[in-house]
């Protein structure tokens, strides 16, 4: 069963960082795109940072200079590194990848984690 997996969210006040992390596992032949997003209170879930094969990279302007989006494509895994939290950053975070499931396959599928709380205290 394919999945992705995040950790690392949590509660931190104003000002701090955390580093979210998601986990492609099951039988993946490739992995095309990864993102992540996030989705506040009342809120549409919109994009905040996005990286592809080739690592090249980009961000919300909420975001830009704070948050740095990264993947380590033996792992399957991409990251997202937030610094100067702020409290409009509160959001559940979701992770998202474009994985291709058979061998040789071009045929990719978008599959979504299962959200992480981030929750920025003023």
């Known amino acids: 069963q394919v999945q992705l997996v995040e950790s690392g969210g949590g509660l931190v006040q104003a000002g701090g960082s955390l580093r979210l992390s998601c986990a492609a596992s099951?039988?993946?032949?490739?992995?095309?795109?990864m993102a992540w997003y996030r989705q506040a209170p009342g809120k549409q879930r919109v994009l905040v940072a996005r990286i592809t094969t080739g690592s090249t990279t980009n961000y919300a302007d909420s975001v830009k200079g704070r948050f740095t989006i990264s993947r380590d494509a033996a792992k399957n895994t991409v990251y997202l590194q937030m610094n100067s939290l702020k409290f409009e950053d509160t959001a559940v975070y979701y992770c998202?990848?474009?994985?291709?499931?058979?061998?040789?396959?071009?045929?990719?599928?978008?599959?979504w984690g299962q959200g992480t709380q981030v929750t920025v205290s003023s």
């Open positions: 099951g039988s993946i032949f490739s992995i095309r795109n």
């Open positions: 998202y990848a474009e994985l291709a499931l058979n061998l040789g396959s071009t045929s990719f599928y978008q599959y």
